[in-house]
């Protein structure tokens, strides 16, 4: 459905890669978070997979199509198969929640009768059936949110892209545009959803690609919020049970004697896990603690913490 191979995108003028060698796939009818901290290059990426922006090295595929190979005239038509919502919701200030809508279906050139019919239909599937009348000044930011996601979905894309869509709203707001994106996705549409709201993320428990630096360091099926590139690094210390400890001093010794104990060799800190990292076969639990899989033996890179001397001194 969505085809990255390879993709760097360095923007004229600068020198740091937005984006850097992003390979990844996004199946039909996924729902994706793309996380990460601000700069990180989600929003490149989702303007990527738009064709606002080209690649500067790799390829991108959208829909079994070669974004490279689709000419400047064609890519209205393009377009068609997707939907965008953005933080700012974007809507026309001077045009009713109807209109709005509306004006989307006839820019591709839908006929009256079709318009007549898919608006309503659409504003009743996302909870606005009595308001088309009203302006967006008139508008709640949730209800505002809601016309663009008509406006994005009235024509059945197949693929939804959202920005921050609840960046401007209440968590209760947040949880009903999020009940939404969840129907809609259940009828079909792929979502790519770009958010830095961790408890939606959380809850959601969906498939989570996170960025740093441009570099997918994370792509977790029903993952979290929660960064793993920093336990990766430097793994958290687990908490050792009663019994661990016991099994770790099998003679008593005095006092005195445990006092004169070596210290331990402070353990290398690993390196950053390296692009190539097939990290989503990396678990984490809800903190972030990297666990390698039962049976798989460590990922790359991991290194279990066992100076206490690594830890940052106070
Ligand atoms: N048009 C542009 N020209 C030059 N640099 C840009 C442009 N757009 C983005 N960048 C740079 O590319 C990098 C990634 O930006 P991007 O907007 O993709 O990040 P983001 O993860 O979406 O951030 P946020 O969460 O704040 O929206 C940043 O360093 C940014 O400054």
Redesign the pocket.
Known sequence: MILFDGVTKT????S?P?LNGVTLEVLKGEFVFLV??????????LRLVLKEDRPTKGKIFVLGQDLGAISSSKVPYFRRSLGVVFQDFRLLPNKTVFDNVAFSLQVIGKSKGFIQEAVPDVLKMVGLGGKQNRFPHELSGGEQQRVAIARAVVNKPAILLAD?PTGNLDPATSAGIMTLLSTINANGTTVLM?T?DAGIVDKMKRRVIE?IG?QIVRDERQGGYQTTSVPIQRPAKPEPSFDDLAAAVPDPMPEVEREREPEPEPAPVAEAAPASVPVSVVPTTTRGTVIPEPGSGPPPGFQWPTAPDARPER
């Open positions: 923007y004229p003028g600068t740091r937005a990460g901290a601000s700069g990180s290059g989600k929003s490149s990426f921050e770009a830095h960025l441009g």
